[in-house]
């Protein structure tokens, strides 16, 4: 049996097509910000990946910074948001569900007396929009609303959130590292900020891309050269932004079909781990989802141990963020679920994605059942099924 991978939350493998852009890429050797030819070619595949990025997003290309990474790209919205308008306002509305990257830039800002909210979710893991907006005061900035959880699945309501903020004329940053399969039309989402990563959409790691909406103040955070429009000072990566480019935009046109293929096989794996495994409940609702995530929680058992035996067995799956996976703390998304602590450390995310078959879910359905066993009988509990 190959290996099977269904941990595509966490990285997704580079797809054949991108490795090719790239390697054209490389051939160009100029800075882009060089005058003479070869420097020149360089910037004409930054360009030309620029207004691929800024057609899907439906923005102009002058709002489309390359970054290193979503962790940087949201690290340069809220941080340069908020130093550039403090004399708006302190204050910072998020979810308790927020990838760290958010929570612990906007926690890096206490030293600034910057005030930030934790919104809680509901049971479901989806944040309702009128709490949102009684969090918000008249020292509110920035709101920071991920557009799809990357542990639970959950999709939040983001264009209702979007016109919250544009009424009280707040800035409002989406994070959408795990929404690549989802419209990503930021005049439909109403937001002025958002950022994705090129190893969550079968492109190369180290490059992602922060939308800043024209006419948004923001105080640089990496100083140098003022490369691209005085915003992100540093050398381009110009391989890894056409390989960026090309990956979103192949992803971009294969989602219905994909969502479609994926969502089935997602509603299978959830129905016959539930019905295998009776001590098993789903985290987040079923319907407002990722079609690739599947996070469950097992009773009686350590997620960390199921992840190991099932590596064993050639199966790649995860507890949580890839970010937090050598904590052992309990997942702070389940916790704003309100999952107990049991509940917490039994969980397993199982996400599939571009080269997920059928076969390979129905091996994971045989194997996860069998090893749950194992381990309930090692402490003396029975499955019953």
Known sequence: ??????????STPVRKEVIEEMNKAFEVFGNPSSVHQEGQKAKELVDKARETVAKILNCMPDEIIFTSGATEAINL?????????????NHIVTTKIEHSAVLNACKSLEKDNVKTTLVDVKPDGIVHTNDVRAAI????????????????????PISEIGSICKAKKLHFLVDASAAGLLD???KKLGCDMLA????????????????????ILLEPQINGGGQQFGVRSGTE????????????????????????RLEKLRNKLITQLLLKIPESTINGNRQERLPNNVNISILGVEGKTIVNHLDHFGIAVSTGSACGSKSDEPSHVLLALGLNYK??????????????????VTYLIQMLPQIVESLWKATGKELKS
């Open 196 to 215: 994705l990563d090129g190893s969550k959409i079968y492109g190369p790691k180290g490059i992602g891309i922060l939308f800043l909406k024209h006419g």
């Open 1 to 10: 049996m190959k290996p099977v991978y269904l941990d595509y939350a966490a």
């Open 77 to 89: 919205a809220i941080k340069g948001v908020m130093r550039a308008n403090k004399h708006k306002g």
């Open 343 to 360: 509940r917490c450390n039994g969980s397993l995310r199982i996400t599939l994605g571009k080269y997920t078959t059928d076969k390979d």
């Open 184 to 186: 990503l039309d930021v």
């Open 237 to 260: 990566n110009v391989a890894g932004i056409v390989g960026f480019a090309r990956a979103l935009q192949l992803l971009q046109e294969e989602k219905k079909e994909e969502s479609a």
């Open 137 to 156: 005061n008249d020292k509110t900035v920035l709101v920071s609303v991920m557009y799809a959880n990357n542990e639970i699945g959950t999709i939040q």
